[in-house]
């Protein structure tokens, strides 16, 4: 069974940093492109992070990375701004987007 599991969201202060894990079973992200979107409440969801690069709005203070041996997508995020709460989001697509699963987010709040 294809899944991905997103972990490590929280409360954390302006300026604070946190980092996202997205683990994957049943596939090998090795395979696949890898990204981070994020959605607000009231927002669309965006890409945050991916093979392309980085949103504006989080450029120079986001980082993706993977773990290919632990079969992981990583998203370093620092200098967090209250701007940044949103529920963060895995996705994993095959060439020519013919398999696209999402795993079912993790909350990140920023907050004083």
Same mark, same amino acid.
């Given at each position: 069974?294809?899944?991905?599991?997103?972990?490590?969201?929280?409360l954390?202060?302006? $300026?604070?940093?946190?980092?996202?894990?997205?683990v994957g079973?049943? #596939? !090998? %992200? *090795?395979?696949?492109?890898?990204?981070?979107?994020?959605?607000?409440?009231?927002k669309?969801?965006?890409?945050?992070? $991916?093979s392309?690069?980085?949103?504006?709005?989080?450029?120079?203070? #986001? !980082? %993706? *990375?993977?773990?290919?041996?632990?079969?992981?997508v990583?998203l370093q995020?620092?200098?967090?701004?209250?701007e940044?709460?949103?529920m963060?989001?895995?996705?994993?697509?095959?060439?020519?987007? !013919?398999?696209?699963?999402?795993g079912?987010?993790?909350?990140?709040?920023?907050?004083?």
């Amino acid at each position: 069974q294809v899944q991905l599991v997103e972990s490590g969201g929280g409360l954390v202060q302006p $300026g604070g940093s946190l980092r996202l894990s997205c683990v994957g079973s049943g #596939f !090998t %992200i *090795s395979a696949y492109f890898m990204s981070w979107y994020r959605q607000a409440p009231g927002k669309e969801r965006e890409l945050v992070a $991916g093979s392309n690069g980085y949103a504006d709005s989080v450029k120079g203070r #986001f !980082t %993706i *990375s993977r773990d290919i041996v632990k079969n992981t997508v990583y998203l370093q995020m620092n200098s967090l701004k209250l701007e940044d709460t949103a529920m963060y989001y895995c996705n994993a697509k095959s060439s020519f987007a !013919t398999r696209n699963y999402w795993g079912q987010g993790t909350q990140v709040t920023v907050s004083s």
